[in-house]
Structure formats: structure tokens, C-alpha cells
């Protein structure tokens, strides 16, 4: 089974790291995050 682990709190974030092993039992991970916290970057708006 192939499973996406993704979030918007970062790569270091503590849930990865607790779901990471978890899920490396079930079938082959692949992560998606950023490399810092991105929590609600969807609501904002750039100002020029």
C-alpha cells in the first residue's frame, strides 16, 4: 500500500514523527510538508 503523509506544521512537526513509524509498518510513505510551520498560510494575502 502506498500512503501520503502530509501537513502545514512542518518536516520536524511531532506528528510525522509519531505517525511516521506507524505508517512505515502498513506499506511504502511518502511525506509532503514544509520545511517550517505553514499552519493557515492559505488565509493570507500579499500586499505590494
Known amino acids: ?3 501520503l503523509l502530509t501537513n502545514d506544521d512542518g518536516i520536524a512537526a ?3 514523527n509519531a ?3 506507524v505508517l512505515c509498518e502498513l506499506g ?3 511525506i509532503v510538508a514544509p ?3 505553514r499552519s493557515a498560510t ?3 494575502i500579499t500586499v505590494q
Open 14 to 16: 511531532a506528528g510525522i
Open 28 to 30: 511504502e510513505v511518502s
Open 35 to 37: 520545511d517550517r510551520e
Open 1 to 3: 500500500m502506498r500512503i
Open 42 to 44: 492559505g488565509h493570507g
Open 19 to 21: 505517525l511516521l513509524p
